[in-house]
C-alpha cells in the first residue's frame, strides 16, 4: 500500500511552497515603468483604439445605409404619389372625355330631330 502524505505538517509545507511560487512570479514581474510595461501597455492603447475606430466606423455605415434607406423610401413613396396623381388624372380626363362624347351624341341627335322636323314641315 502507497505511503499517502496526510499528515498537517506536510499539506502546511505545500500551502507554503505554492504560495512562495505565487510571490515568486508577482516579483519577477517588470516594473510599471520599464520599457516592457509601458510597451505594453502602449500596445493595448493602439489596440484600443483601433478597436473603438472600427466599432465608430461600423456606426458611421450603419447610419449611412439607415439614410441610403430612408432616402429610396421616401422616393418611392413620392413615385406612388405621383403614379397616383397621374392614375387620377387620367381617369379625370376620362370620365370628362366620355361626358364630351355623350353631349356630342345627344347633341346629334337633337340636330338629326331638328333637320327630320324642318324638312316634314316643308
Known amino acids: 500500500m502507497p505511503n499517502f502524505r496526510n499528515s498537517v505538517t506536510d499539506r502546511l509545507q505545500d500551502q507554503n511552497a505554492a504560495r512562495q511560487a505565487l510571490l515568486d512570479k508577482f516579483r519577477a514581474r517588470p516594473a510599471a515603468d520599464s520599457p516592457e510595461a509601458l510597451a505594453k501597455k502602449a500596445e493595448r ?20 445605409e439607415e439614410a441610403r434607406l430612408k432616402a429610396e423610401a ?6 406612388e404619389i405621383e403614379a397616383a396623381a397621374l392614375a387620377e388624372q387620367e381617369r379625370l380626363e376620362r370620365v370628362a372625355a366620355e361626358a364630351a362624347a355623350r353631349k356630342a351624341e345627344r347633341d346629334a341627335r337633337y340636330a338629326a330631330r331638328k333637320t327630320k322636323a324642318a324638312q316634314r314641315g316643308r
Open 45 to 64: 492603447v493602439a489596440i484600443l483604439k483601433a478597436r473603438e475606430e472600427r466599432q465608430a466606423e461600423r456606426e458611421r455605415a450603419r447610419k449611412a
Open 74 to 79: 421616401e422616393l418611392r413613396r413620392q413615385r
